[in-house]
């Protein structure tokens, strides 16, 4: 099952525009085939059917009779599709809100303080309740991205000093790719996330554990962790809530443990990675804002702090 | 010898041929004289153009190979997910400099190149009207080209990608020199693309074989002449932005900056209005030469010439209505995007007439598959595919999935490949002949082709379902368990089949390509001009014309062409001549005297490139000292090669006709010129009043100009913009010195208006300047000084200009009927003055009527 493909949709949006895709080939292949055929008519038929086709009237027919009605008719249909794709009307009380900002290069996602509870931060991944419409607030943090979620719907740029706004909806349960679409930098190869479509009660329960702050450390060599994380100085990019670390450079860390990929999908995520990207992200992920430990931490140390990083669920 | 006037028009078929033979003694040799080509190291110096358009075409092939083998090894890296054969920032440099070299260093001086080649001789002109010009922008574009490569080898070239979009692109992002080698480089290379129009323009409109009207040019000319009048919409619109851009990059004025006031969707709406007519530039020409060579391999005439002109000229317009489309995902408003999207519809229509106007020309002859013709029908078959995909992403809902993923690299491949490189092989194994008298390879030419065929359709196809799969253009990688590997390896295999038939095609041209002074010999059987045996001066005699396919019609014309029996057999000046025609009905009108071999534009072209270059790497003293030669070599270039004035009275070219040899006014080919420019340079000034309406509309909220912004008092402006009107009153005063034969007093006037002019600029500069306004703080101060900018440009090049028509005046090159240059000088004059004072009403009035604050 490919995740991040325009022809598996997983929701209403993504489902039209591939029938569209389908409709678009289908129609294109015979027009294809017609042209083709017109050109073989031309080369090597008799010369009663050559005489037809050699005349001005064929050309006008072909070239400007053919496509003027074919096209008026699919322009009514794409509007249509436009419309059924397009945002719901402001103020639909049923959409939810989330923010995405893109940065160099990763995304940080927002979601906004509702009935339910407070506000939070998190970042790379994207979870949403299935079968209602979510709204996506785009905006960057320093140059231009693009949002592409292909089993959901088409790309948005995020663009510097504008917000722009995209509908998703995802009808089952299930994990789906987006990746960045703007060309944004030395690493915008690797730049990608994951939006996971939840049940509304799962989606719920997932609100309420990314609410809670971090977990407190609860053996010696996670309480470790958590101090040299202090002492190198993770803190002056990154959050972690419940803590005294509140940068905003970097993803927010609350519950970095529970995510399924790290670096903007670069890697999966476990304490094995966690450790290789601290001690080398440089190497891993050439010209990313977030510098190599390798020569700052111990063995020890960096096992300590991957722990305790993949503590935080 | 001459019939009487009233016996017939000289031009009628009916009338006797316009030479009597014998030729005189010697003629034919004096004309070979001339045109020479120079040998040994001075052959940089030549300006014949099957010479310079040889070499041309030549570089832009040898750039395309560059570019080539980049994209060869970036299909190495993609063969396999995960690969770590090129690093990230290597890889972007790649693709960065693939993409920018195809556009500019290949497309669209490779037919540049062949329209430099061929005009002449489809249109029998002995050569275009500005020879040195064509050669000074081959020059400049080769070395600047040269260098645009060489910097990859010091990993400092451009890795913005070819659309170069901000902020990316500004000092924050990329601090390096790398996106200034594009600015400058390109910028520079763009400058001598508009060179070449304005000379294809001018050599089209006026330099036709007498009796060619418009309505019996060879469709190639229409096709170039669409694509030249483009390119002067098109080019300053980029043209404009690099400025903006390498401005905000040099001295930090924030065009495209949000935290002050700039927009990122400046630069797209800019890049784009030339991004997107750009593919029609590259694809009209081209278009233009299928239109020669189906006629030539079925032997048939083409079925409906009208309507295939008509296309040409319609899709140049409807080109420019196109822009949005590769802005579908920036959030645009949706009723635009229907717009956009049913004006991209449009477009398919003049493309589908020429599609059905070839295969109709095919139905009517007896095609003969030629290596040529397999080229052409690789091309149909490649191009159809393409424009099908490009009906697709103007399809809004399905271009958000598709944009900016390997469905675009596609699409663009198949439309940039099909419609330009196969009409172009076509084209090289068509008119190879026409250079040497002999084809080139069958047997080579057939592997070519096949290689290429299924080389490019097994490359790029299955980019169109691996970019659907979900893999984003401009990745140096991609995971694995995207289900993306095998169609990335299916395009790496076709990249190197495609690369073979690369390779074979330079053995081909290695082995069988050679330009010969006499070439003759027609063995495609072509029917117009271009297959009249031809000299270093072209053909020998210029002949009438009465319908398209002249060789067609009158199969003697080759033989009386070639004894000297229609006009011009020979020489009336003992320089390089070619006759001027009316633009329209191309009756002879004068003989223009051309300038010959030369090293002052060689030097220019040189130190222009040397100028740019010293920029980019911030050696400033080095790119002053480059300016300056740069300056001196144009000046001994017009100096000695232009405006020789009368030197006869009347030149009989046969016929009866006898026509003067200088011209002055709307007549001369140097005032359409300069009217040509003049349009290029409204263009762009077009797009700085596109800057601030764009931005203010784009700040409506915060406002524009910015609350707290005190706008200077309007006294000071009214007396800047005196001044200037001033300086204008004072150019016309010293137009009517020149009439009295008063030169002297001509050139005092001329230096007053120039002071006059540079008096008011400078006081509208300093009036924000006192006023508080600083550049650098928000994007309207920014605007307000790009204004300045364009401004004081002008008053650098009407300074050049008044002191270069002084200094003839005084050395008594300039008189009441010796007056081209002056002319010149005095309606760029009056066009700079009106778009001075433009410029300050832009600047004062429109902040107060448009303003929030």
Redesign the interface.
Known sequence: MNLQSVLSPAGPYGAQIAQLTWLLFGGGAVIFGAVLLFLLVALLAGPRSRATLGSRRFVLAAGVGFPVAVLGLLLVHILLVGRAVSLPVPGDAQALRIEMIGRQFWWEVRYPETESGAGFVTANEVHIPVGRDVVLEVASGDVIHSVWIPALHGKIDMIPGRVNRRVIRADRPGVMRGQCTEYCGVQHALMAFFVVARTPQEYEDWLQRQRRPAAEPEDEFLAMGRRVFGEVGCGACHAVRGTEWTARLGPDLTHVGSRLSLAAGALDNHRGTLAGWIAGAQDLKPGNAMPSFAAALDGPELRAVAAWLESLK | MTPPESLADPLSRDAPLPNPLPRPEGELEELERIWRRPRGWRFVTVVNNNWIGTLYLGTAGLFCVFAVILSLLMRAQLAVPANDFL???RY?QFFTVHGTAMMFLFAVPAVEALGVYLLPAMLAARDLPFPRLSAFAFWAYAIGGTAFFVSLFFGVAP???WFM?P??TSKE?SPGINADFWLLGIGFIEISAIAGAIEIIVGILRNRAPGMSLSKMPLFAWAMLVFAVMIVFAFPAVIWATILLELERAFDWPFF???RG????LWQHLFWFFGHPEVYIIFLPAAGAVSMIIPAMVQ?RM??YG?VALALVGTGFLSFGLWVHHMF???IP?LS??FF??AS?AV??PS??????W??????GR?SLQVPMLFI?GF??IF??GG??G??VA???????????YFIVAHLHYVLIGGMVFPLIAGVYYWAPSASGRRMSRRLGTWVFWLLFVGVNLTFFPMHISG???M????????EG??LDPWNMASTIGAGIAACGILLLILDLVLHFRISNDAEGNPYKGGTLEWLPQGNYAARSIPRIHSREPLWDNPALEEEVKQGRHFLPGTVTGLRETIVTSPVEARPQYVAIIPGPGWGHVIAAICTAGFFLSLTVQLVWLAAAFGAVAIGAVVWWLWTGTDYGPLIEKADIGGGLRLPVYVTGPDSVGWWAMVVLILVDATTFGCLIFTHAFLWLSQAQPGWPPEGTTLPELASPAVAAALVAGSAALVWLSDLALRRGRHIAMAVLMLGALALFLGGVTLDLGTWWDAGLRPTVHSFAAAVYANHFWQGFHAVLLAMMALYVAARAFAGLIGPVRRVTFDNVRIFWFYAAAQALAGMALVHLFPRLAGSG
């Open positions: 690093a990230a920032e972007n890795n913005g990608g979009y902020p990316l992002y900056l949000a935290d700039g927009d990122p969707l048939a079925v409906g309507l995902a920036t959030g949706s995007l229907s999207s049913a519809f398919t229509v589908g007439i020429q599609v059905f106007a295969i109709a020309t095919i139905a009517t095609p029908l149909l078959f159809v595919l099908l995909t009906v697709m399809v809004v809902p399905f271009d958000w999935q598709v944009h900016d993923t659907l799969m979900g984003p253009r401009r990745v140096w990688t991609y995971p995207m289900g």
